[in-house]
């Protein structure tokens, strides 16, 4: 079966780093999403990866490692307003996508 | 600029009730449209799909039906609700291609079946 593993619930200080782990097993593999969903509202969009390494943009970074069917999402400087829900996602070979149950990050003052 | 909106944003039915839910999108073409329902602490569930009018792809045979009437109109329906069909509803868009295939998410509908 397909699956996407990641921790339920995380928590970090503001103005610290915190980094949201993503493991996958999936039936192929066409890019790598990671999404962000605060309480009540519908998620939005923050990255895509489809090669292997690093790609950022501002506060937050998004790394992949197809060998290892990981990712992770950096999120630098944390705000309050960072706390959320972010989900990651996987598109297989079929192109439709497949998405973990979410983390859940609480940042504390 | 491209708007998905999705409307009722909240409802609360009785067990056996119908249910209608829509959702429409303004500013692109002939996009690919999408259905999830999301419970609390699961991912996202894919309940249709469909890339172009009268096109409809169902990932999960339930007591719900969808309909796409027009170009960027899908609408999500039901007969009979059950209490299993309370969740958060959300429609989305994609542009058509092998592109990146970022989803555009209309607000959501929270529906509470009792």
């Known amino acids: 079966g397909q699956n996407i593993d990641q921790p339920t619930e995380m928590t970090a200080t503001e103005g610290a780093i915190v980094q949201i782990n993503c493991t996958y097993q999936?039936?192929?593999?066409?890019?790598l999403f990671w999404y962000q969903q605060h309480a009540g509202e519908a998620p939005t969009f923050l990255s895509y990866n489809v090669l292997d390494g690093l790609e950022e943009k501002g506060r937050f970074s998004s790394f992949l490692s197809r060998s290892k069917g990981y990712s992770y999402l950096l999120l630098k400087e944390l705000q309050m307003k960072d706390s959320a829900s972010y989900l990651c996602?996987?598109?297989?070979?079929?192109?439709?996508?497949?998405w973990g149950a979410g983390t859940k990050l609480i940042i504390k003052p | 600029s491209q708007t998905i909106h999705q409307w009722p944003a909240t409802l609360v039915q009785p067990v056996g009730s119908p249910l209608s839910l829509e959702c429409t999108v303004e500013g692109t073409s002939n996009p690919n449209l999408y259905w999830y329902r999301q419970a609390a602490g699961r991912g996202l569930q894919l309940l249709f799909y469909s890339v172009g009018i009268g096109q409809i792809s169902s990932e999960v045979p339930q007591n719900l039906s969808d309909s796409r009437p027009h170009d960027r109109q899908f609408i999500l329906c039901s007969k009979k609700l059950l209490l299993s069909d309370s969740g958060f509803y959300l429609c989305?868009?994609?542009?058509?291609?092998?592109?990146?295939?970022?989803?555009?998410f209309g607000e959501g509908s929270r529906l509470t079946v009792l």
């Open positions: 989305a868009w994609s542009g058509q291609g092998l592109d990146t295939g970022e989803l555009f």
């Open positions: 999936t039936s192929g593999f066409n890019g």
């Open positions: 996602a996987v598109k297989d070979s079929n192109y439709q996508l497949i």
